[in-house]
């Protein structure tokens, strides 16, 4: 079942002095089964926005529907949306805090009153889903690189099988090798099982590779929310609020401006390829035709 977003605001400090409203009237519908990433420049309302999804926070006005459900009806099971969506933060530090890795994992299916057999079974699947050796499971999660921790907070989210997946800049701060290989983890992930995956980042370039859906929120409100390719048409306007299209769509820009007939939507690396390959078959069927 979908989650939807029901003309959703919140506002910090409501009735003082030093209110601030981080979101404005939201409404979307979020499918099963979708790749989405959520872009917005510092403050737009990102984190916000994703922290209302399992409610971490509760909207000031407006409705959050989960399987129909309406989360913040009395009597609405808050323990069961948590474990349905699951959301891994920005600074995996936030989430880590047992002795080792393998009890931090075991740490959600626990709390779901499951049995010691299961709850160990489901730990040992998430981090070999999430591609962490063995002989890491009973060291300090602490003594782990940043990239390592990553994947142990998703580790240990997945170990709730959680039917969405919520990641709140997964990247932050590592090096392109560990960057890619949480996004290609994640992705696989995704394909395995099905879930629903949100994805926040900052990166264009990573949005416009895995996902299938952006959506753009600018002062509190959807901007655009559409296929990576139709977002990113709109480039100038992304730029005017502190965002931009990923490399790839400017270097196709800058070679149809020199005279080249390729389309400037191609929004990765393969696509331009494809392009760039296809403008060379064009042109080589007008030669062998003279």
Request: glycine letters at 8%; one cysteine or more; proline letters at 3%.
């Amino acid at each position: 079942m979908p989650i939807i977003l029901d003309k959703v605001s919140h506002v910090y400090g409501q009735d003082t002095a030093m209110a601030v409203t981080a979101l404005k009237n939201v409404s979307l519908v979020i499918p099963d089964g979708q790749f989405i990433g959520l872009i917005g420049h510092t403050g737009s309302g990102k984190s916000t926005l994703v922290q209302h999804l399992n409610g971490l926070m509760k909207a000031t006005s407006g409705s959050i529907y989960f399987n129909g459900e309406d989360i913040d009806a009395e009597g609405f099971d808050k323990k069961m949306l948590r474990s349905k969506v699951g959301l891994v933060f920005q600074y995996p530090e936030h989430q880590l805090f047992e002795t080792d890795v393998f009890a931090d994992v075991c740490f959600g299916p626990k709390n779901l009153g499951l049995s010691k057999k299961e709850v160990e079974l489901r730990a040992y699947e998430a981090l070999k889903l999430v591609g962490l050796e063995d002989a890491y499971f009973y060291q300090s999660p602490f003594d782990l690189s940043g990239g390592q921790k990553r994947r142990v907070a998703i580790a240990g989210v997945l170990a709730m099988k959680p039917e969405v997946l919520v990641l709140d800049e997964p990247t932050a701060g590592l090096d392109p090798k560990g960057r890619d290989e949480i996004l290609d983890q994640i992705s696989r992930l995704k394909k395995e099982t099905g879930m629903t995956v949100i994805l926040v980042s900052h990166s264009m370039d990573d949005v416009a590779k895995y996902v299938e859906r952006i959506i753009v929120m600018n002062k509190g409100s959807v901007m655009y929310d559409d296929a990576p390719r139709e977002v990113f048409r709109h480039y100038q306007e992304l730029e005017q609020i502190g965002l931009a299209a990923p490399q790839v769509t400017y270097i196709m820009k800058d070679l149809q401006d020199h005279g080249y007939d390729v389309s400037d939507e191609a929004t990765t690396i393969e696509k331009a390829k494809e392009e760039i390959k296809s403008w060379f078959a064009r042109l080589s069927a007008v030669g062998k035709g003279r």
